[in-house]
């Protein structure tokens, strides 16, 4: 079987289904993935929030790459853990379970400054890692009570998306064209990526693939970079509405988009809620981007300029990690990242932020001997969360 074959068997429609195909295609091999030890990844999204590939589809293809460890992290949802614990159980793979949630910096020195987040200063994305399996339950009920609120705001969202649209004949329906692409009701959270891969769909549908370079550079007035013209030009590519959905991210989220407020916890809630799940509560480090490596994210500035203050005072509130993807910044960023953690005392966790067809599972820079700790934190952490059943 190809690749496709294989996801669209593991994406079927319920958990049992998956589960009992991945043993099916496990058991039917005839040689195992070549093992790299020398990586890991603990921040792989599903399709509980937005990715190609369900939780088992996940741990699959992580271990097609080689991985023996990998961990996932939904946003506002931790509903496909159990199905990754199992996965993992089968492909005899290290998992590790958490999600992710913006958290608001309100109160706070930095609620008018931006730190992580492209689209809204005073917000912050903060990785919950290694929730163990016993407050699956716990942390679901708050996480979907927060992804409700989460669809007020998306609903004006489309309505803001239609604004853009209409004078080119394109409308997007939130419940018809959003919500089945989303596992809302199994308990997933809808995400901007979610109304904005609508939109890319939509757009394919009118006007045609060969077509939508020039009517993002002649209509929306976008202009991609040479890379992203290359793979447009690429119509027949399985990551064509990846790579659209990418442009959208970049450039059109920044007039569509309304500030997150409702949904969001503030620190001190965000530090107890973990502390009463027993997850190990992460910033996750932005960095000041120049060119974004999964191309969804423009040249811009983040906390790099007051990153001390900013890890000093979160390591006060009660935050006991950082989470960072060595392939997103320059070693200069990551040397004084790195420093700092362990002036401060936080623990370093890494994985890349999976959630295209185009994205590899391995983050080639662990292997270099400076990020040796990520793998052995990885193991720490599949370590920590292993219960028996």
Request: hydrophobic residues 35%; aromatic residues 8%; negative net charge.
């Amino acid at each position: 079987m190809n690749k496709q074959e294989i996801l669209s068997l593991l994406n079927a429609p319920s958990a049992k289904e998956r589960l009992g195909n991945l043993r099916k295609i496990i058991s039917a091999e005839t040689e195992k993935p070549v093992a790299r030890p020398e990586f890991a990844n603990n921040h792989i999204h599903t399709t509980y929030s937005f990715s190609p590939y369900s939780p088992t589809a996940a741990v699959y293809f992580a271990r097609a790459e080689g991985l023996l460890t990998c961990g996932i992290m939904d946003h506002d949802s931790i509903a496909g853990a159990e199905e990754f614990r199992e996965a993992g159980k089968i492909a005899g793979m290290g998992t590790t379970c958490g999600f992710e949630a913006r958290v608001s910096l309100k109160g706070t020195p930095f609620e008018n400054r931006r730190t992580n987040h492209p689209d809204q200063a005073g917000a912050a994305y903060m990785a919950f890692h290694s929730v163990p399996c016993e407050s699956f339950e716990k942390a679901q009920s708050k996480l979907h009570a927060l992804a409700a609120l989460r669809n007020d705001r998306n609903r004006l969202m489309t309505d803001k998306i239609n604004s853009v649209m209409r004078p080119y004949g394109f409308s997007l329906d939130f419940d018809r064209d959003v919500l089945p692409l989303s596992m809302y009701e199994q308990g997933g959270t809808v995400t901007e990526r979610h109304l904005l891969y609508a939109l890319s769909l939509r757009l394919i549908e009118k006007v045609g693939a060969q077509n939508v370079l020039s009517f993002l550079t002649d209509e929306l007035k976008i202009t991609p970079s040479e890379k992203i013209q290359q793979r447009l030009k690429d119509i027949k590519s399985e990551h064509f509405a990846y790579d659209l959905l990418g442009v959208m991210k970049s450039e059109l989220n920044q007039r569509t988009y309304i500030p997150a407020d409702r949904e969001m916890m503030t620190l001190s809630e965000a530090v107890a809620f973990a502390n009463d799940i027993g997850a190990t509560l992460c910033y996750a480090y932005l960095g000041d981007v120049g060119d974004s490596v999964t191309g969804d994210k423009k040249a811009q500035k983040f906390e790099d300029d007051y990153l001390e203050e900013l890890l000093s005072y979160l390591r006060k509130a009660g935050v006991k990690g950082v989470t960072f993807m060595p392939s997103r910044n320059t070693r200069a960023q990551l040397e004084r990242l790195m420093g700092l953690c362990g002036e401060y005392g936080f623990t370093q966790i890494s994985g890349e932020d999976i959630n295209s067809s185009r994205q590899s599972f391995i983050c080639k820079e662990l292997a270099e001997p400076m990020f040796h700790h990520l793998v052995d934190a990885a193991w720490k952490l599949v370590k920590q969360e292993i219960r028996e059943d």
